[in-house]
Each structure stands twice: as C-alpha cells, then as structure tokens.
C-alpha cells in the first residue's frame, strides 16, 4: 500500500530529491503548495523543520514531512547553519541565482583561510495529525572547495568537497543519494516509519 507524505517544502529539487529517497520504501511525497510557512525563527535545524511540518500537517490533515538542512564551517563559527538558505540575504530571485549569491558569500568569508572543514546537516521532522512526531537527523564530513566545480545538485553542492575529492554537484543523483546528509536523515526516519506501523 503506498503511504503519502506531505512534504512541507516549494523547492523543485527537494521534492525531486525525497520523492527518490522515499519512494522505494512505499512512501508517496506531496508537494505541499499554497501554503504560507512560518518563518525560520528557531535556533537549530530541528526547531524550524518541526514549525514547518507542523503547519503543513495542520493544513491538509495529512502526515507531514520537513527537513530543514544547511551547511556549518567551523571557520566561520558555524556558519551559515540555520541561515544557510538566505546567507547572502537575497530574498527574490530563482532558486539557482539565491544559491550563486550564498555561495559567492562563502567562498568570500573563507577567502585566505586554511581551516575548511565544514559538514552538510539535515534534521528531519514527521508530524501526524495525532500529534507524535518523528525525528531524525544525518550529516555528512567535508570540506569548503576554493571555487566551485560540478554541475549536478544544488545549494552548496558544488563548494561542498567530499573525502574522495569530488565536490557534492560532481556526483550522479545515484551516488548522491548513498552518502547524503538528507539520504543519512532519511533512512534513520524510514526505520522509525516502519516501526510505527
């Protein structure tokens, strides 16, 4: 029996990317459109995921899905974290021109600096219209590449230099989706899915 989510997201890519992650598994993602999200107020990734999943469960009475994920480089005290999708501050515009500008940001910030590390977060929040909820989260280690470099993914991907050497917009969507940090959140949710069953 296919299940359905809800996913509490406008961005094309995620959608793409959950719907791939979620869909051998048994699960159904829905768009989640027309809804007004909160803002992103909370401190952590989990705080602003649950307040998105939260509002989307409440609107269409279905079990409901949202990540909220980000970048943290520890030359930068942790930054962009929770900010990481408005870092540069741009507000209109696509998705791709928002995401040049966040990274032109960093590459800017980390200019000269020989410390690069830096992991890709995701915190994962499942409401139900009973109120529980599930919560899962996954990262994955790298480093701030000098500039960028590959074609594929989105956000930070292609600064996003992973142990092999290849940025995260370097892999195929089928590599990408084996070492994820939305990929690692994922399947920490999906064995909580089942269990819940």
């Not at 999200?37 to 989307?56: H, I, L, R, S």
């Not at 009475?61 to 929770?82: F, K």
């Amino acid at each position: 029996m296919i299940k359905r989510l809800a996913l509490a997201t406008e961005n094309p890519h995620k959608v793409r990317e959950f719907s791939d992650l979620l869909g051998p598994h048994g699960w159904e993602v829905i768009a989640s459109t027309g809804i007004v999200f909160p803002e992103e107020t909370g401190t952590t990734f989990t705080d602003n995921a649950y307040e998105k999943a939260k509002t989307v469960c409440l609107a269409t009475g279905m079990p409901a899905l949202a990540d909220d994920s980000g970048i943290v480089i520890d030359a930068l005290g942790g930054a962009p974290g929770v900010y990481s999708a408005r870092y540069a501050g741009l507000t209109h515009g696509s998705r791709d021109e928002i995401d040049r500008a966040n990274i032109k940001k960093v590459l800017d910030a980390m200019q000269g600096r020989t410390d690069r590390t830096a992991r890709f977060v995701c915190a994962l929040v499942c409401t139900f219209p009973d109120h529980t909820m599930l919560t899962a989260e996954g990262t994955v280690e790298g480093t701030i590449a000098n500039e960028s470099h590959g074609s594929h993914g989105f956000g930070y991907d292609p600064i996003f230099v992973l142990p092999d050497g290849r940025t995260m917009a370097e892999l195929t969507s089928e590599e990408k989706h084996q070492i994820s940090h939305r990929s690692r959140a994922v399947q920490h949710l999906i064995a909580q899915l089942a269990a819940r069953q």
